[in-house]
């Protein structure tokens, strides 16, 4: 009986693969951003950076959470880069936006999370492209 049970468990578990990829890269890019936003707000107390600084910072924390979740998410998908690329930098830039909105205390929509949508997507893609690729020319 218990033998039937693992059988059925594995089965489901290899049923929706890509979609595991997804959520696994979605969920270290959102852990690598609330880490680097963390140690970011740290430096930013003990520090006299400027103002102007913070944007184009946060957009590379961005970039490297998204580079990493793709990387790290996809270590093990063969195909599909590209779709699951834009999809993971896409959603993360989705939850990211719900989270940081929630803790600020502030919920704006505008233009600015239209272009971080597109900008996530667009480096999920490459990303995507890039890692499936990498381990293709390894093997």
Known sequence: ??????????????????????????LIALCISLVLVLVF??????????????????????????????????????????VSGLLIGFIYTIIAFFIFSLLSGSFIFDITLLTDSVFGAIIGAICGIISVNIKKSVN
């Open 1 to 26: 009986m218990n033998l039937k049970t693992k059988t059925n468990i594995q089965n489901t578990k290899n049923k929706y693969p890509l979609i595991s990829f997804i959520a696994k890269g979605t």
């Open 41 to 82: 707000a740290f430096i930013l107390k003990f520090t006299n950076i400027s103002d102007s600084i913070i944007n184009p910072i946060n957009q590379v924390i961005k970039g490297v959470s998204i580079f990493s979740g793709v990387f790290l998410g996809l270590k093990k998908c063969k195909e599909l880069g590209l």
